[in-house]
Each structure stands twice: as structure tokens, then as C-alpha cells.
């Protein structure tokens, strides 16, 4: 990743080296062209997928381009191998060539974004398929681009065929993730479950990486200040229904 720290990243080599440790308590190493080493591997690939899921899929996540705006146009094709990141304050950003966002459209069930067609503002709402819109681009908006957050998937490590050498290449692949002690405590929990003579710990390994991944999730959720709340007015005099023309009352305006 590019966000990895220095200080704390792993290679290949290292996490299975510390997985082992975890759980033997010895400082061992296997050749990669061993069975051991690729199990461990797997069992790091099947942790870094597990962790994926873990604080509301927030872990990995990255901007999809979409496409152009055209005007007049109020949907886009999305690709089926992207999974839109709809969390909390998430929004789809139309961008100038100079990568500056011009407008940004939040999210909506799919049932509702029929209430905003009247509206100046942008909004959307995503299918499996497709990103709707609101309402009609305009001509200001034409050729803007289109950038979605979607969450994209861990990049695992890769082995050759069993029986060939392991290049230095493939044992110095990065872990994945900014803190690897969960991924490394979290595969020595699954690799254990295997291991007959493992299973008396499984228990205790399975709260140590909670602890772990309890503890990353408050450092990475926690903020020192409040967060900014904006202020809503309903500038309603006459009642919440005019008699001469009806529109649902909305909460922002």
C-alpha cells in the first residue's frame, strides 16, 4: 500500500516468520518451497479477506472513475467487479481537469431519489449495475468526471506452483495492511484451528487478535475534536401543506 508505514511493514518472509513465533514462541524459519511455508501463506490470505470485512469494510477503499458527463444524461454503467463504498459521509465527487471537485452527490435509497428530481442540488443512488442521478446533468456539468468510492479487495501474496523456487521477488512482497500484527495474529489464530496439537490455544490466540483489532479500530475511529454539525432551518409559515402546489417537506431546506 502506499500508506504503509516503514516502521511497522512486513514482508512475506517476516509475517511468516512471525506467525510462527506466535505460535511456538521460537524463532523459526521454513523454505518457502516447504509445505509449512504455503500453508501459513494461505492462512495470511485468508486473514487479510477476513479483515476486509472488519469496521464497516473501511479498511480498503479507493476512487473508481466512472466516466464523463454528458449532459442531459442522469445514469452510468458501473463495472461488476467494484463494490460502491456507501459509509457514513461517502459521496460521488464530479471533478474539473484540474482533479478540483465541482459538485458532490451523496447518497440515497434507490426508492427515494425520486423526491429530488425538482431540486437545484445533486444526489444519487447505486443498483448493481448502474449509478442514478437525480436528475438531468446540465450543460455546466457536461464534462466533468465521474469518481466513485468503492471498496476494492486486499492484495494477497502470490506463490508460484509447488515444486518450483520461490523467488526473492514473491518472499518480499508487502502485507497489506498499515498495522500487520492483526493480520499476523489473526492468521496464526486460523492456522492453529488446523493443527491438532494447536487447538488447546485456539482460544487464547482468538482473543489476542480481537484485542488487537478492538484496539486499531478505537485508534482509527476516536477523534480529539467534535465533529461539525450543520444547522437546519424549516422556514415553514402558513403550514406543511401549501394548497396550491404539494411537495413533500425535506429536512435540509
Known sequence: MSSMNPEVELTLDDAV???????????????????RYRAITRQLNRALRSNALENEWSYYSAVLSVGTVNEGEREMALPTSQRPRIIN??????????????????????????KYGHRDGLWCAVTRKSLQFSRPFTEEEAGLEVQ????????????????????RAVRKQALDFPYPDVI??????YYAQTDPVMQPRVPTLEEGYK???????????????????????????????DDSFYRPPMADF
Open 184 to 189: 499476523v495474529a489473526r492468521a496464526a489464530f
Open 89 to 114: 459521509d461517502d459521496a460521488v465527487r464530479l471533478v474539473d481537469a484540474d482533479g478540483h471537485v465541482v459538485r458532490w452527490a451523496y447518497f440515497l435509497p434507490r426508492d427515494a431519489l425520486h
Open 17 to 35: 516468520g512471525e506467525v510462527l513465533g506466535l505460535l511456538t514462541g521460537l524463532d523459526l524459519t521454513y523454505a518457502p518451497e516447504l509445505d
Open 148 to 167: 466513485l468510492p468503492v471498496m476494492r479487495e486486499p492484495k494477497q501474496f502470490r506463490l508460484p506452483e509447488p515444486g518450483r523456487a520461490v523467488p
Open 211 to 241: 484485542d488487537l483489532m478492538y484496539q486499531l479500530i478505537e485508534r482509527d475511529t476516536s477523534h480529539t475534536d467534535t465533529p461539525y454539525s450543520n444547522t437546519f432551518s424549516l422556514p415553514i409559515s402558513s403550514g406543511l401543506r
